[in-house]
């Protein structure tokens, strides 16, 4: 395990909590403040890697697996809600030309 030699090491888990929680807040202040769709992906990203990360930190401190088994499964599942979300975002700027957010209420019907 390599994060396991890591916390031998002498780190403990509370910086991991920190930088998640760091990593977290940075996203939701993305999330609640920018308006660029493209932005916005990015933010919810952080958001959910600072999950993994903190997911992965005590699954490795208290020795289970489960964890980092159930982290694979969420990036796959971020990867493929990157991949539609930008494809939807793709077709949203050929209608209306901007990325702006609060723009989007154009594509009604």
Same mark, same amino acid.
């Given at each position: 395990?390599?994060? !396991?030699?890591?916390?031998?090491?002498?780190?403990?888990?509370?910086?991991?909590?920190?930088?998640?929680?760091?990593?977290? =807040? *940075?996203? +939701?202040?993305?999330?609640?403040?920018?308006?660029?769709?493209? *932005?916005?992906? &990015?933010?919810?990203?952080?958001?959910?890697?600072?999950?993994?990360?903190?997911?992965?930190?005590?699954?490795?401190?208290?020795?289970?697996? @489960?964890?980092? *088994?159930?982290?694979?499964?969420? &990036?796959? =599942? +971020? +990867? +493929?809600?990157?991949?539609? !979300?930008?494809?939807?975002?793709? &077709?949203?700027?050929?209608?209306?030309?901007?990325? @702006?957010?609060?723009?989007?209420?154009?594509?009604? !019907?």
């Amino acid at each position: 395990m390599v994060l !396991g030699s890591i916390f031998n090491a002498g780190v403990s888990i509370e910086y991991y909590i920190v930088l998640s929680t760091i990593l977290f =807040v *940075i996203g +939701a202040i993305g999330v609640m403040v920018r308006r660029n769709a493209i *932005i916005l992906l &990015m933010c919810i990203e952080l958001m959910l890697n600072a999950v993994n990360l903190l997911m992965v930190a005590f699954s490795t401190y208290f020795g289970k697996a @489960d964890g980092q *088994i159930f982290v694979f499964f969420i &990036m796959v =599942v +971020a +990867a +493929a809600e990157a991949t539609v !979300g930008l494809s939807i975002l793709v &077709m949203a700027y050929r209608n209306i030309r901007t990325t @702006d957010v609060g723009l989007f209420n154009k594509l009604k !019907g």
